[in-house]
């Protein structure tokens, strides 16, 4: 279903986030004759959400009025947040009424033309960001959209550019029915099995991105495992700098064509750096973001452009890129010591990768968050490894802690805290000279935060007043 095919449609959405808030925007300025009937919501809606939706009438539903509501509305828009797995949207679907969301009528809309869209389970809003910059330092217009950039919407009101990349998450994808023209995935690991109902179902989700019509090219991390085996790779695919010429593009089923990275044949990171078919092409020390991990999202942003036919000039296309908010962000260095700021990191493994980022320098880890049923033990393995001491928070501290003691980390090194500031107070006091405190939580911060922004710009402003032990 396209946007411009609801004109005169009575409509129900289900939420009044910032991209229903679009929706009804541009729902009010184009399409006049179709209507927001029904506004579905878990509990009380906010004051203004009449006029958020610009729907004065609006017949405001929670409950068990919400199927029959929206059942009798000719389509359901629904909040990204709002998972397709409810019993009452399966309940509203069977019964035959079309559930969508503004990002999937955008996409049908523009029939994915144009479009490099990405996700993953961690990297996208980067990757995201380095292919928007990168296209425009070629030459290329470009616009950034979805979860980072502006509502996929918004973009109706400018002339279609050359390249728009947009970040989809999981909650997107579940019922897309229009695919990018370029479908980029980084990787794929455990996370939002509430949502989804099972790791299984959230994996199928993210991956079946590759498969939508209108999909010309699927990129992959091929250093992902869960990515190569879930896709069937070769392995010769993966690991032969010889056959680069007839390698680096192969078939899968149902996608025209894939391209591989973070793999000799392609794009892929050397001595930290970036290298194309094993020639560098931009060092460590020339790179804008610190870390592995952001060497390869920068390669899967380049694999990326190149399936739209665009090759930027390394390393200076890289100038003037800014970092992220929240990722691996350097708050403050003071007396010696580095506070970084990963309140992004809500997964075990992505905690794994910010860790590997500070090689050789001692490491203060504060971790902890809302419990998903995460598994802490390959990252208590490495915390052990690494030398690294942590300061475990509510809610999942407790078997953070317990997972680095397990793995042999002294009770002195590995130690629970009541809460963050209490957690950056104790950082503050055991670190040494020339030491790291990283938050980088391994965990959701929903049990005490607004979202991982809250809590980062919690730690930034604890941080920027802490006092270390050191001269």
Known sequence: MRFSELDGAAIGVWGAGREISSFADQLARRLPSARILVAAFDSSPPEDVRETLRAPDVRIVTGAEIVPALSACEVVVRSPGVSIYRPELRAVREGGTPVTTATALWLAQRGGEGVIGITG???????????????????RSSQLAGNIGV??????????????????SSYHIADLEIGPEVAVVTNVFREHTDWHGSEQTYRADKLRLLGLPGVHVAVINGRDPGLTEALAVPASTLANPDAASRAVHHQLDGIVETIT?????????????????GELVA?????????????LNLCGALAALAARGI??????????????????????????????????????????????????????????????GQSFTELGRVIAERGVTVVGVPSTGPTLIAAAR?????????????????????????????????????????DHYADFEQRGERFRALAISARCAGP
């Open 151 to 168: 509502p996929a919407l918004d973009l109706l009101d400018s002339e279609p550019a050359q390249v728009t990349v947009l970040e989809l």
């Open 261 to 277: 990275y973070g793999v000799p044949v392609s794009w892929d990171v050397r001595d930290g750096g970036i290298a194309f078919r």
């Open 311 to 372: 090759e930027p000039r390394l390393p200076e296309s890289l100038d003037g890129f800014q970092p992220l908010a929240h990722r691996l962000e350097t708050v403050v260095e003071r007396q010696g010591v580095l506070w970084v700021n990963d309140s992004i990191s809500t997964t075990p493994e992505s905690t794994i990768a910010a860790l590997a980022s500070f090689p050789g320098r001692e490491i203060v880890l504060i971790g902890g968050g809302q419990d998903r």
């Open 406 to 446: 397990s793995a042999g980390v002294v009770a002195a090194r590995a130690l629970e805290a009541a809460n963050l500031a209490q957690a950056v107070a104790w950082a503050a006091e055991m670190a040494g000279p020339r030491a790291v405190v990283l938050l980088s939580p391994a965990a959701p911060s929903y």
């Open 121 to 139: 389970t961690k990297g996208k809003s980067t990757t995201a960001a380095l292919a928007h910059h990168l296209a425009r330092a070629a030459g």
């Open 283 to 295: 060092s460590a020390a020339e790179l804008p973001l610190r870390g592995e991990h952001n060497a």
